[in-house]
C-alpha cells in the first residue's frame, strides 16, 4: 500500500521534472552573460547577471527598431490572447443560444456547417483569408489580428453541450417573469456558464497568445509585433552575422510564458470554485 | 364568474400524440382544484396550457374575463411552482422571489416590500441572502412559493411540487400550501399524481385518464360515487374491489362462481341479464364465519397496517381485499363477507359508466 503510493508519487516527480527542466535550464542560462551561454552551453545554475536580461528583454528592441520592445510586444499579445478568448466565447454563446433555444429552420444544418469548419483552420485558408483583411484595409491592426480567428466550433459545440444540460423550467419560469430572450440570455444563461466561459477562457487565450503564423503574415509594422514573433527576432540576427543575444532570448521566452501561466492559475481558481458551488 | 375556464381544450403534440382531448372545466374564484391521474394521462399538458408554456390546438382558455389562449405567460397574471423548483441557481433567494417584480418595472422599494412579506409569512427571512443550492428542499419548495406569491396573482399552478421532498416533509408542506392558499384566497390548479394528496389538498377533484376527464366534485363525491369503474379502482388504497356479475332480476347479482347475492332493486337503471361490475370498498366489508354472510371469501395473505389490517384473498375466484380494524388468525381459510347495501358501486361491465345512484 504505502510502496505503491511511493511509487505513484516517484512517476509524478518524474513527470514535474521532465517538463519542468527544460523551462529550469531557460532560466538558469538567463541570468548568465551571453558570452558563458555560448562557450559553455546552457546552464544548470543560476548566474551573476541577475535579471538584467530581463530589463533588457522588456526595454529594448533586439532585431527591430526601437518600438517593438518586450514590453510593447507583450502587451499586443495580451491584447491578441484577451481579444481572441473573448470574441471566441461572446460568438459562440450567441450561436450556442441561437441554436439551442430557437426554432430556426435547418438549425441541424446550420450547426454542421458551423462545426464542418473545424476541417479549415487558419493553414488552410490564410491566403484567402489574408486576402480578406487586407482589402478591408485591416492589415497591421488589432482588429485584423484578431477577426479572421473569432468563430469557433469547438467553443459553439462545448457552451451548445452545456445549454442542452440546463433544465427547460429555468427558461420557463424566466417566461412566467416576463424575462425576454435578451434578459434571460444575460441574467441566466451567462452567469450559470460562469465556469464554462472560465475554462474556454483559459483554453483560447493560450492559443490565442501562441499564435504564430497569422500574426506573422498580418504584420509589418512592429508597433504590432507579438512576442512570440519577437523571440524569434531576438534569434533571427544569427542571419545578420551578429551573435544572438542567448540571455535575452531565454529572459523572452520566460516572460513570454508568465502571462499563459498566470491565466491557467488564476481561471482555475473560479473554474474549481464554480464547481464547488454546485449551482445546478 | 369562473375565475378560470377551459374550453374544449385539445392539444395534439407535433408528433401527433393528442394529450387533451377536448377539456372543458370551470373553476371558482378562490377554489382549490387539483388535477389526479395516472402518469402520462395529460395533467402536465394542461396546466402548461393554462400557463401559456404549451400553444393549445383548438379551443378556448379564460382567465377572469379575458381570454388567454393566445397571450404568452407572462401576461396571463398566473404563477407556477414546479416539481423541481426551477429556482434560479446564482440568484439569492431575495433575487429569485424579486425577479419578475423586477421585470415588470415595479420599483426597488416596492419589490423590498413584497419580498419581505412573503418571506416572513414562508419565514424565508434569515435566508433571503442565501443562494438556493445553500437550503433545503423544504426551503427551496418555500422559496419557490414566494416567487409565486410576490407577484399577487390570479392565478396559482402547481405541478406536483410536493413529489421531491422525503414523505414527512411532503405532509408538513401540504398543509402549509393549503394553509397559504385559504388564507390569500388564491384561484389555484395543482397537479398530483397522488391520490392522498389529491383527496386531502382538494375543494374539488378532476380525475384524469388518458386526456380525458373521468369525472369531476369534492373529495368526498368522488370517492363515495365514482362515476367509472376507472375513478373506483384509482381512489382510495388499497383500491376497490371489482367483482364481475350478471344481474338476475332487478335485485340479485350472481356472481361467476354461481353465488347470488341480494342487492337493493335497481328498478329502471338496469335491465336482467346485464352484465355488471360489482364494487365494495375494502373498508366497507366485514367478516363472520363461514355461511353467515352474503358472499363467499377465501382468505390468502394478511398485511399488518397498525390502526388496521389488510386480508388479501378471493371471491369468486377474482382478487379481493378487505381492510379490517379487527382480525384474529383463524384456521380456516374460508370466511364469509357481509356489507351494507346501500354502500355497494354498480357499473356497466362494458362502459364502466355508474349505474345505480
Ligand atoms: N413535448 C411532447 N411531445 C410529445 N408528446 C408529449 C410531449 N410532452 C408530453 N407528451 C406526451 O403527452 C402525454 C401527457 O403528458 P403529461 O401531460 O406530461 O402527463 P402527466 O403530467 O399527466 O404525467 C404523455 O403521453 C407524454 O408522453
Ligand atoms: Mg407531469
Redesign the pocket.
Known sequence: MRQEKLFDHAILWVGVVFLLFPVWLLFASSTHTTETIIKEGLQFLPGGEGFGAYATALTSSIGGTEIATGLRMTINSLIMGIGFAVGKIVIAMCAAYTLVYFRIPMANFLFWIIFSTLLLPLEVRIVPSYEVVSQLGLLNSYTGLILPLIASATATFYFQQFFKTVPEELLEAAQLDNANAFKFFIDILVPLSKTMMAAMFIIMFVVGWNQYLWPIMMTTEEAYYTIVMGIKNVLSVVREGRIPEYNVAFAMIILAMLPPVAVVILFQRWFIQGLVESEK | MGALKLDNVVKT???G?Q??KGISLDINEGEFLV?V????????????SIAGL?SITSGEIHIADERVDELPPAKRDIAMVFQNYALYPHMTVYNNMAYGLKNRGYSAADIAEKVNAAAKMLELTDYLQRKPGQLSGGQRQRVAMGRAMVRQPKLFLF??PLSNLDASLRLQMRLEIKRLQRSLGTTSVF?T?DQVEAMTLADRLVI?NK?EIEQVGTPKEVYHKPQTTFVAKFLGSPAMNLLPATLVGKNQLKLDDGQLIAIPDQEDAVQDGQRLYLGLRPENVSLTNEGNGLINFVAKVSEELGATQLLHGEVANTPFSLNLSQFDQHETEHFSLTFDPQQIHLFDYETGERVNA
Open positions: 403534440y407535433a408528433n400524440h394529450a387533451m388535477l391521474g395516472p402518469s402520462g394521462c395529460g395533467k402536465s399538458t394542461t396546466l402548461r404549451e405541478d406536483e397537479v399524481h384524469m386526456g
